[in-house]
Every structure is written in C-alpha cells, then in structure tokens.
C-alpha cells in the first residue's frame, strides 16, 4: 500500500482505464488545457492527446447529451461536470435520455457513461455552488449512483464505474480531493464492485451510517465518543444505488441502535431509505428510533458562521449517539 | 463629448469600484473573505457607461462577477464589503457573499452563479415591463463564455421573439475562465447572433467609458420606445485572473501589460486632464475614495454576524396578503 490524495486516486483511475481501452475518454470544462478545474485531470491532456481528453465551451446540456450519444454508439465516455450543481442544465439529459434508452429500446441500446466531479458544499460558496446530489440521483431507476468517503474507494469504485455497461453518477467532493488515504500498489488492480458497502470502525454499541464529506466527521467522533465509553460501529455504503444493507442490517442487530450521517438535505434521499430500509429489516432489534444528522433544511447561506451550523457536526453525531444511546 | 463634471463623477466612480476590489482581494488574502471572489478589475468602464444611461425603474442582471455594477447602481461601499465579510449588515445579509449581490430598491436584482441561468430572468422582467405598459428596460450582463449554453439561446430566442425591452451586454474579456475565446466559440465577432434571434447587434471596445455610453443609451433608448432587444458584445479585459484562486497562467505577462495600456481608468485620467483638469484634482478624488473604502471595510470588521434565525425564517416567503 501507498499514500494517495483523493484527487491523485480518481486521476490514477482514469489513467489506466484510459491506457486499458481506447473507447474511454474524459470531457468537460477545463479538462484539459487548464489541467482540471480542481487539478483532477492534471496531465492526461500531455498524455492522451485532444482527441481523448475533450476540453467543452460551457455547454453541460450539450457535452452530457454529446456523451451519451457517444456511449449509445459504443464509446466509453467520462463526462466530468465542474461541480455538480451545473449538472442540473443537463438534468433532462441524464434523466430523460442516458436513464432510461436501456429499457426503452428492450436492452437493445447501452448507456456505458461516467458522470463525475465534485458534489456538495465546500466553503462559502453559497447557495447555489452548495447542492448534495444524491438525493436527486439515486431517485432515478437507470443509473448508478456512487460517493466514495476514501481514496481507495475513489480509484477502484472509478475503475469499476467506468467498466460498467450503464450510466453512472459518481459523486466526489472538493474539500475531499485533498484527503491522503492508502491505496493498492502501482501495478496492484482493485475494482471494488458497485453496490457493496464497507465496514468502516468496528464497535459494539451504536451503529453509524455515513458516506462523503461528514464521513471524517463521524470517524472523529468515534474516537471522541470510544474515549466516553461508546464504543461506535461505522458503515460506509460507498454506492447509494443500488444500496447494500447488509453490513447496516448485521450491525444493528448488534448494536440496536443506528444513527446515519449525511450531508444532503433531510427530506429523502438516501438517508431516508436508509431508515426505511433499516426500520424494516432489523425491526425486531432496534431498542431506539433511528436517528439522522443531516445538512439543515435551508440553502446554504454565505456567511461561515452559518455554513458551519448547516453542515453536520461532531458535535451533532455526539449528541445523537448519546441520543439513541440512552447516555444523554 | 461629455462634461467635465459627469466625467469627474464617473471617474470617482471607477476608482471606487477600483479601490473596493483591491481591498477586497487584500481582505480575501487575509481570511476575512471566503468562498469565490471574482473582480471585475479592467472592465469598470462598461458598468459605468449602464448605469449612466438607465433610469432608476430599469433593471439589471449580472453574473457573479457584481461587485462594480452594483456600486455603480449606488449601492454603499459599506453594504458590499460587509456582504464580502459575511455580515447583517452586507447588501444580502451575508446569506449571498460576492457572487450574490442584491440591491432591490435601485433595481439591481442580483449576481448570479449559475452560467445563463440569469438571461431568461431578465427576459422575465422587460415581460412585466410590457406587461404593465411600462417604459422599464432591462439591461442583462453575462460573458463570452455564456455564449454557448442552452439558457442564453432560449432567452435570446424569447426576447426578439416578443420584442421585450432588454439589452443583453456580453461582456467579452477574451476568457471563460482558463478558456480563450478561440477555443469556445468558431465566431470571432459574437454579436452577429442577434441576427438569428431577430434583434439588432452592436460590437464595440470598452474601455472608453464614453463610447459605452453612447452606443449603450442607443439600446437602451430603443428598447424604452417599443424597438425591441438588443445583443451587444463589448470588448474588454479583466486584468485579474478568474477569480482569486486562478492564477491565470494561460495568458502571457506580454498580453496582461498590453491590455492594460488601455485600463479604462488611466483613460478618464487623461480625458479629464485634457480637459483641463488638474492631476492634484484626481489625486485628491483618489484619496478621498481610498478613506471611502477603509470606512467600508472598519465597518465591515466591526458589524455583526450574520444572523442563525434568518437562516431559517427567509427560506420561504410570508403568506398572508398577496
Ligand atoms: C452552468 C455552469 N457551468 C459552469 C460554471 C463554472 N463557471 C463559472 S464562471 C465560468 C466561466 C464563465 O466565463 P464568462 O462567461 O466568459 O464570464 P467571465 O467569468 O469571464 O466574466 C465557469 C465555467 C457555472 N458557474 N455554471
Ligand atoms: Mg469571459
């Protein structure tokens, strides 16, 4: 194993899924010439050429629909978006189109199409620079939707994306592309397959769901709350769609009780299926209700006093911890 | 030619929105500024010349890049800087930052983030302006590199459809971000798109605050009395990189001190004193605008936070009377 960064990680997955199949190829904005708006793409125009590393005039409806068009007629495309919140120009395109043409055509026609960049808040950037996606996405049968916390995650769930024969939404993070984790060896190939979550933190007491930015979040809080005598187990789902419970549903019926973090808004989304999905299949082992921390149900204000209070906390996962666990 | 005095008067002007972006960025080097911070440094002629020619019933849209629009249009210094700080007291109540700039009561609705998401708006309120019979007009800024995005199409398409009272301003400062001109768009001259739209196209420089002037008030004028659309690509320049975290190595230095041989303020400067005016006079109108900016960012520094309860009570509007 080696130190990686997040964003060292995905540009290591493209990069030899790119060397591996000559179908594949990245465009987006600055993908190219600037080297990646968040550096992501750093290098892969020196090494592959215009030809497959496609720099697009700020046209997200135009370049996703150019993908998808692409992948139906059988090349590998990877479509980064800047950030995420400018995929919604291009929403009817993934929604309407890269969705749904498998089912509509009998299987005849394949969608095999990565959409990727960063996802959420990052800081100060406001209202409309804010948005988490998943809830968006993973509302859409047709596409795949992944968020990997880690980097190992980042390059082997980007690795199998890319392989995959449909459309997938794959969420990173900004203030994630500089987090260092261990990563398989140069030479070393890990696909990590999509739809399996990962025990994160074993622990007996109280169960945690999370994925993303609050994902480091939760882990501090871990430390904190095993130093109080609450002693946390931690589950990363890592794809949102399909969602794994397995390891969720084995963990709360250890622990009986599960609080699950995340950084989209409260009102569904994944969370909310993850508490449905839980109330129903460890119904008999829960000894308190679930419990989620969530970004507040607000856009997100300028202000940085304010963007800290909207953004889950330490603090909130502590108290909602203590919460379910009776220790308050 | 101009007076003298409304010369002098834009020339402060420039200097002001010169002065509050230089302070800012120095601010947003210092943390007391967070998120994007784009200066508008270089095209300062252009919000000028706008807000010269409109009435106090027009509207304007700009892009995030609206700090200088929104002093042009007579926002305080204050109320921008203590937005830039995060403060109760900024023009947003530190819910909008930079990018999000609002003055309602001197029709300034807003700096906008998302590319071309703001057109089709300002199609929206010359629509009311027809609607209400009004001689309203609109003026929508946006950039070179908002040229290609569905949202300019479909507002451009609705606007000369309905003959509505707006003047779309491309600023074209040659980048959309790191991306030269050349490299988004297979026209080097973008005002003949209003053709296909219907409407009348102009193209001129934009660093002479008087040439904006006069072919902006042509638009304008023709928009106040039933003539319909305009599209209007100006020429500029911005002398900073796209926003504070662009180093902007894309261009060369050769390029940057070449445009900035045509810096829109130095050009007022030498109009001005070709007129006569003393360089003492600028000098002394310059130091009144730098103790203008440091009230701005004391006042900044010192108000309060911006407040959690907001937070929650503006997410929707009051019902009640409607
Ligand atoms: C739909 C959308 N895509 C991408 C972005 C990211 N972005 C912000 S500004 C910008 C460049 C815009 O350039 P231009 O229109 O020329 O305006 P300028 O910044 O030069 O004033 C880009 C790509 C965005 N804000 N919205
Ligand atoms: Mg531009």
């Not at chain 1, 989304?269 to 299949?281: T, Y």
């Not at chain 2, 302070?23 to 007391?32: D, T, V």
Request: some cysteine.
């Amino acid at each position: 194993m080696r130190e990686l960064r997040y964003r060292e990680a995905l540009r290591e997955a493209m990069l030899e899924e790119m060397e591996r199949d000559e179908r594949v190829f990245l465009m987006g904005e600055e993908v190219g010439h600037y080297q990646g708006a968040y550096k992501v793409s750093e290098g892969l125009l020196e090494r592959f050429g215009e030809r497959r590393v496609v720099d697009t005039p700020i046209a997200e409806a135009g370049f996703a629909g150019v993908g998808i068009g692409a992948a139906m007629a059988g090349l590998r495309p990877i479509i980064e978006f800047m950030t995420w919140n400018f995929s919604f120009v291009a929403f009817d395109q993934i929604i309407s189109n890269a969705a749904k043409v498998h089912q509509m055509s009998a299987g005849a026609i394949k969608v095999p199409i990565v959409f990727r960049g960063p996802n959420g808040a990052a800081k100060q950037v406001a209202a409309q620079h804010s948005h988490s996606c998943a809830p968006f996405y993973t509302n859409i049968p047709g596409l795949y939707v992944i968020q990997p916390s880690t980097p190992r995650d980042a390059k082997g769930l980007l690795k199998s994306a890319i392989r995959s024969n449909n459309p997938v939404i794959f969420l990173e993070g900004e203030t994630l592309y500089g987090v260092k984790g261990e990563v398989p060896d140069e030479g070393v190939e890990e696909l990590i397959p999509i739809g399996e979550s990962r025990l994160v933190r074993p622990g007996a007491d109280c169960t945690i769901v999370t994925w993303g930015r609050p994902y480091y979040t939760v882990l501090a809080a871990a430390e904190k709350l095993s130093g109080e005598g609450i002693d946390c187990e931690v589950v990363d789902p890592r794809t949102l769609r399909p969602l794994d419970t397995r390891l969720m549903v084995e963990s709360v019926k250890k622990t009986n009780r599960c609080v699950v973090v995340h950084e989209h808004w409260p009102y569904g989304g994944p969370g909310a299926e993850i508490v449905d999905r839980l109330q129903r299949e460890a119904f008999d082992y829960l000894d308190a209700p679930l419990e989620r921390v969530t970004g507040l149900d607000v856009p997100m204000p300028y202000a940085l006093n304010l963007e800290d209070k909207v953004l889950p906390t330490e603090e909130r996962v502590i108290d909602a911890v203590k919460r379910v666990a009776y220790a308050s | 030619m101009q007076n003298k005095d409304d010369l002098l008067r834009q020339y402060r002007m420039m200097m002001v929105m010169r002065r509050f972006e230089e302070e800012a960025a120095r601010n947003y080097a210092k943390g007391k500024i967070g998120g994007f911070l784009h200066l508008y440094i270089g095209q300062e002629a252009i919000a000028v010349a706008v807000t010269e020619v409109l009435e106090e019933r027009d509207y304007i849209f700009q892009t995030y890049r609206d700090h200088g629009i929104a002093l042009a249009r007579g926002m305080s210094a204050k109320a921008g800087m203590a937005e830039l700080f995060g403060k109760d007291t900024g023009c947003s109540r530190g819910f909008g930052g930079s990018m999000h700039f609002f003055d309602v009561d001197r029709g300034f609705l807003g700096g906008w983030a998302i590319v071309g998401g703001h057109l089709a708006l300002a199609a929206g309120t010359a629509f009311k302006s027809k609607y209400a019979g009004e001689d309203s007009v609109t003026v929508c800024f946006f950039g070179d590199g908002s040229i290609n995005i569905g949202g300019f199409h479909e507002a451009m398409s609705l606007a000369g459809l309905w003959k509505l009272p707006v003047v779309f301003v491309c600023e074209n400062n040659q980048y959309a971000m790191g991306t030269p001109l050349e490299r988004t768009s297979p026209l080097k001259d973008l005002s003949i798109k209003a053709k296909g739209y219907g409407m009348v196209g102009d193209r001129f420089d934009g660093h002479d605050v008087e040439v904006v002037q006069a072919r902006i008030n042509e638009a304008v004028d023709r928009a106040r009395t039933g003539g319909g659309p305009t599209f209007i690509e100006v020429l500029t320049y911005r002398f900073r990189g796209h926003s504070m975290s662009d180093p902007a190595k894309y261009r060369t230095t050769t390029e940057l001190e070449q445009r900035k041989q045509q810096d829109p303020i130095t050009v007022v400067r030498e109009k001005l004193m070709g007129l006569g005016v003393d360089e003492s006079a600028l000098d002394d109108i310059d130091l009144e605008v730098d103790e203008e900016i440091d009230e701005a960012v004391r006042f900044a520094d010192e108000s309060p936070p911006a407040r959690e309860d907001l937070m929650m009570s503006t997410v929707m509007a009051p019902e009640g009377e409607s």
